[in-house]
């Protein structure tokens, strides 16, 4: 198991929600790639001007095909603040 750790940074003068989408290249990796622990998992409350490490702990199954020398994992961040503030339960009478 492998251990890291992302930070982010909000540089803006508003506390946001983040939620991260992993990337893996190249693309037969992917099924290679265990996630034990991933910030992906949830969203990411990070207050105005701060700032957050992320942990992250995966493992590469040992199948990986043996051509494969580099595996590259890669986050896009995207501000949901919008969509996490208004998911609401709608209740059905």
């Keep these: 198991v492998y251990t890291t750790h992302y930070i982010a ?3 803006t003068q ?3 929600v983040g939620q991260a989408v ?3 290249t190249p693309y037969v990796a992917n ?3 265990i996630k034990t622990e991933c910030f992906c998992f ?3 409350p990070i207050s105005a001007g701060g700032e957050v490490t ?3 702990s995966f ?5 990986l095909p043996e051509e494969v020398q580099v595996v590259t994992l890669s986050y896009t961040f995207f501000d949901i603040t919008e969509d996490a503030s208004s998911n609401t ?5």
């Design 59 to 63: 493992m590469i199954n040992p199948k």
């Design 89 to 93: 339960v709608a209740s059905i009478n």
């Design 42 to 44: 949830e969203n990411q």
């Design 31 to 33: 099924r290679h790639l």
């Design 22 to 24: 992993p990337s893996v």
């Design 54 to 56: 992320m942990p992250l």
């Design 9 to 11: 940074k909000n540089i």
């Design 14 to 16: 508003s506390s946001m």
